[in-house]
C-alpha cells in the first residue's frame, strides 16, 4: 500500500508562483511512476506530468512544460510540482499520484493505482 499527501495550495495572484509538495509513504515506493494531476469544476482530470521511475526524468503533457516543473527527492519520498506565471485558468485541484509499471499510459489516470486527496489552487484575476 502507498500514501499519498498533497500540501502547499493556496490562495495566489496572477503571475505567482507556487511549490506544491507530495509526500509518499508506504513498503513500496522505490519503482513507482509518480505524477500531477490537476481537475477544474467541470472538466475531467488532466495530467500535468510524471516522473517515471525507470528514468528519473519528469515528462510533461503538452501545454504543461513552459511554466510547470516536477522533481522528485528520493530520500525524502517527496514530489514536487513548481508552477510559475500562474494563470487563472491554473484554479483546480492538484492531486499528486503514484503506481507501478502498467500497459497505460503514462498521462491516463488510469496508470496510477494511488491518489493524494488533493490540494486546492486558486488563481485570482
Known amino acids: 500500500q502507498v500514501q499519498m499527501a498533497e500540501s502547499g495550495g493556496g490562495l495566489v495572484q496572477v503571475g505567482e508562483s507556487l511549490r506544491l509538495s507530495c509526500v509518499a509513504s508506504?513498503?513500496?515506493?522505490?519503482?513507482?511512476?509518480m505524477g500531477w494531476f490537476r481537475q477544474s469544476p467541470g472538466k475531467e482530470r488532466e495530467a500535468v506530468g510524471s516522473?517515471?521511475?525507470?528514468?528519473?526524468?519528469?515528462v510533461y503533457a503538452d501545454s504543461m512544460k513552459d511554466r510547470f516543473t516536477i522533481s522528485r527527492d528520493g530520500a525524502k519520498n517527496t514530489i514536487y510540482l513548481q508552477i510559475d506565471n500562474l494563470k487563472p485558468e491554473d484554479t483546480a485541484v492538484y492531486y499528486c499520484a503514484s503506481g507501478l509499471k502498467s500497459t497505460m499510459p503514462i498521462f491516463s489516470r488510469r496508470a496510477y493505482s494511488y491518489w493524494g486527496q488533493g490540494t486546492q489552487v486558486t488563481v485570482s484575476s
Open positions: 508506504g513498503r513500496t515506493l522505490r519503482f513507482l511512476n
Open positions: 516522473i517515471p521511475w525507470d528514468t528519473g526524468t519528469p
